[in-house]
């Protein structure tokens, strides 16, 4: 089986409901804290073992490359003022022998097309995606508990979790086939349905672990009412001939591409700092606001 070393970020969105943020910071560089959102998902992968992190971005967003590139200039500033504790903040070691790779994507056609993107880097391997909107908080990644599953399986998987009937609407929602110990089997999985033509309450979120058939069906779905290729559309299709595995995943999860969901992140991550955590408690007890 081979090792999963390649995970594919797709960051060319517009941030349209972070306006006017956005206008000029990509939504995926606002900070959560301390840290831009976008990194969380790095280093989510780079725990896992990934070796190669394929941005999907625009010409737009120059800031994410350079956020990613080593700070020469920086780091010296932090050693002559005698800072060097700020140092692996700015320049992570774990960054050091992760290779970087950034490609285009010219026009906004989907979720599926920007993945479609990557087949020249990806080929014929296995490989993860990882949508940095979605910020996960566990013991256990979600990106590692995706991969106990392939590991075992060789099949890909799918993160999912159980969304209210007010939101089922968003996501890709799966037809789900037999529980196992630690996955699903899928049996279909459809875009976005009403509540009422939902085949469960069962949704996929933000990461996955895919075989590079994918690609192939990538390119033989159509284009929705909306001229994007979807990621969920080529999944189905998948589904023809190959296993696909979900594992409800356990943890919390946090949709910071909406407001709410990024301020819940930054409270919650607030919570858990031990430099602020006690006065973020104290703050949020007061009566007077």
Do not use: W
Not at 160 to 169: F, P, R
Not at 188 to 210: F, H, M, Q, W
Not at 233 to 247: G, P, Q, W, Y
């Amino acid at each position: 089986m081979k090792k999963i070393k390649k995970a594919v970020l797709p960051v060319a969105g517009f941030g349209t409901r972070f306006l006017p943020a956005t206008k000029a910071i990509p939504k995926e560089m606002l900070p959560i804290i301390d840290k831009p959102l976008v990194q969380y998902a790095v280093e989510e992968a780079i725990a896992v073992g990934i070796e190669e992190i394929i941005f999907i971005t625009s010409p737009l967003k120059y800031s994410i490359e350079k956020h990613f590139e080593k700070s020469t200039t920086l780091e010296k500033i932090l050693k002559n003022t005698s800072k060097t504790d700020l140092i692996d903040k700015l320049n992570p070691n774990a960054f050091d022998k992760i290779k970087f790779t950034y490609i285009n994507q010219e026009v906004q056609k989907g979720l599926g097309h920007a993945i479609l993107l990557s087949e020249d880097v990806i080929k014929d391997e296995p490989f993860a995606i990882l949508l940095p909107d979605d910020l996960f908080f566990s013991k256990v990644s979600c990106l590692s508990q995706l991969l106990n599953i392939y590991s075992k399986t060789g099949d890909s998987v799918l993160a999912v979790n159980k969304v209210d009937s007010q939101n089922i609407h968003k996501y890709g929602v799966i037809n789900p086939g037999n529980f196992n110990e630690d996955h699903i089997v899928v049996n279909d999985i459809v875009e976005k349905p009403t509540y009422e033509n939902a085949p469960s309450d069962i949704a996929v979120c933000g990461r996955y672990i895919l075989n590079c058939e994918i690609f192939k069906t990538l390119k033989e779905v159509n284009p929705d009412q909306s001229s994007e290729i979807q990621l969920t559309d080529a999944i189905k299709l998948m589904l023809k001939t190959e296993n696909v595995l979900a594992c409800l995943y356990e943890g919390k999860k946090f949709d910071c591409g909406s407001k709410r969901g990024f301020v819940e992140a930054t409270i919650s991550l607030s919570l858990r700092d031990e430099e602020i955590k006690n006065d973020i408690k104290n703050y949020l007890n007061k009566k007077d606001f």
